[in-house]
C-alpha cells in the first residue's frame, strides 16, 4: 500500500498570506494525485488533478505541482473561505489519502 | 441540482447488517464509475470500493472484503452499500462519491454529505 504523509498537520496562516502544504507519498505515485479541501460537518471537495489541473469553478489561487513522490498545494493569497483541512490523495495504485492538513486562522 | 445523498446510516451492534443508499440526482448517474469512502476520527478517509458504470466491475478494499457487497441501479439512480458483519472499526461517516470523468482520473469530484454509522453495543 502506498502511504501518504502531509506536512505539516497544522498551519497557521493569515488573511492575504502564501501558503504551502507538502504530500509525501511512500513510492511513486507518477502525477496520479489529488487535493482536496473540507469544511466541518461538509464533504470534501475536489481542488486539484492530475497533480496541478484545477477542478471547475476552483479559484485561480489554488495551485498545485509536483511528480514522483513529492507534491504541493499552494494558495496565492489565502481568503476567509479557505481555512479548512486539506487532503492529499493518490491514485496510482488504487486509492490512499493524506492525514490532513489543518488551516487555522493566526 | 447535482447532488448525492446518502441514507441508511445509524446504530448497529457489532456482528450486525446495514444497507447504505445514495441517491443520485442532476446528472446521468449511468455514465459514471461510483465509490464508498469513509471517513472516522482516527484515521482520516479511506475509499472502500468502486463499481463500474454497469456493475460489472466491482473492487474493494482489503479491510473490507468480504464483508461489505457495493451495488447500483442505474433506473433508480441509486448506489448502495450492503454492510455485513460489522465490526467496531467499521465506525464512520460513510459517503458515496462521483468519479471524475476526467479521462484516466480516478478521483472525486462529486461527494454526497455523508451517512454516519457506529457500530457499538
Known amino acids: 500500500d502506498i502511504q501518504m504523509t502531509q506536512s505539516p498537520s497544522t498551519l497557521s496562516a493569515s488573511i492575504g498570506d502564501r501558503v504551502t502544504i507538502t504530500c509525501r507519498a511512500s513510492?511513486?505515485?507518477?502525477?496520479?494525485l489529488a487535493w482536496y479541501q473540507q469544511k466541518p460537518g461538509k464533504a470534501p471537495k475536489l481542488l486539484i488533478y492530475?497533480?496541478?489541473a484545477l477542478e471547475s469553478g476552483v479559484p485561480s489561487r489554488f495551485s498545485g505541482s509536483g511528480s514522483g513522490t513529492e507534491f504541493t498545494l499552494t494558495i496565492s493569497s489565502l481568503q476567509p473561505d479557505d481555512f479548512a483541512t486539506y487532503y492529499c490523495?493518490?491514485?496510482?495504485?488504487?486509492?490512499?489519502f493524506g492525514q490532513g492538513t489543518r488551516l487555522e486562522i493566526k | 441540482e447535482v447532488q448525492l445523498v446518502e441514507s441508511g446510516g445509524g446504530l448497529v451492534q457489532p456482528g450486525g447488517s446495514l444497507r447504505l443508499s445514495c441517491a443520485a440526482s442532476?446528472?446521468?448517474?449511468?455514465?459514471?464509475?461510483m465509490h464508498w469512502v469513509r471517513q472516522d476520527p482516527g484515521k482520516g478517509l479511506l475509499w472502500v470500493s468502486r463499481?463500474?458504470?454497469?456493475?460489472?466491475?466491482?473492487t474493494y478494499a482489503d479491510s473490507v472484503k468480504g464483508r461489505f457487497t457495493i451495488s447500483r441501479d442505474n433506473a433508480k439512480n441509486t448506489l448502495y452499500l450492503q454492510m455485513n458483519s460489522l465490526r467496531a472499526e467499521d465506525t464512520a461517516v460513510y459517503y458515496c462519491?462521483?468519479?471524475?470523468?476526467?479521462?484516466?482520473?480516478?478521483?472525486?469530484?462529486?461527494w454526497g454529505r455523508g451517512t454516519l454509522v457506529t457500530v457499538s453495543s
Open positions: 492530475k497533480a496541478s
Open positions: 490523495q493518490q491514485y496510482n495504485s488504487w486509492f490512499s
Open positions: 513510492q511513486s505515485v507518477s502525477g496520479w
Open positions: 442532476g446528472f446521468t448517474f449511468s455514465s459514471y464509475w
Open positions: 463499481i463500474n458504470t454497469d456493475g460489472s466491475d466491482i
Open positions: 462519491a462521483r468519479n471524475t470523468a476526467a479521462a484516466g482520473n480516478w478521483c472525486f469530484d462529486l
